[in-house]
């Protein structure tokens, strides 16, 4: 069965940065084939889609609140999915999921989404 688990929040300071990790597993899984999306939900927030790596990696697309300060990748060899944050503001604080999608590309609806990691909790505090 396949299991997502990320790491990689925490508190940072505003303008500075993090690196979160989606991690799959499962038996007889491979990431390759699937999109992964990440995901937010503010507190008072509806969970919204920030943004989605094709399988192989060779499209990606953002949120404009996120565009041009986040960038996602992947490496299949290691079944992970980064998501760079830099510059980050303290609306950006969030619990941040990732999850995938049984379909080489997608959006960023959550719907879209089949199986979804705990998700890590993101602070951007002074």
């Known amino acids: 069965q396949l299991q997502l688990v990320e790491s990689g929040g925490g508190l940072v300071q505003p303008g500075g940065s993090l690196r979160p990790s989606c991690a799959a597993s499962g038996s007889g899984f491979t990431l390759d084939y699937y999109a992964v999306g990440w995901f937010r939900q503010a507190p008072g927030k509806e969970r919204g889609g920030i943004s989605c790596?094709?399988?192989?990696?060779?499209?990606?697309n953002y949120a404009d609140s996120v565009k041009g300060r986040f960038t996602v990748s992947r490496d299949d060899a290691k079944k992970t999915v980064y998501l760079q944050m830099n510059s980050l503001k303290p609306e950006d604080r969030a619990l941040y999921s990732c999850?995938?999608?049984?379909?080489?590309?997608?959006?960023?609806?959550?719907?879209?989404?089949?199986?979804w990691g705990q998700g890590i909790q993101v602070t951007v505090s002074s």
């Open positions: 790596i094709s399988s192989g990696g060779g499209s990606s």
């Open positions: 999850a995938t999608r049984g379909a080489s590309w997608g959006g960023r609806r959550p719907v879209e989404y089949d199986h």
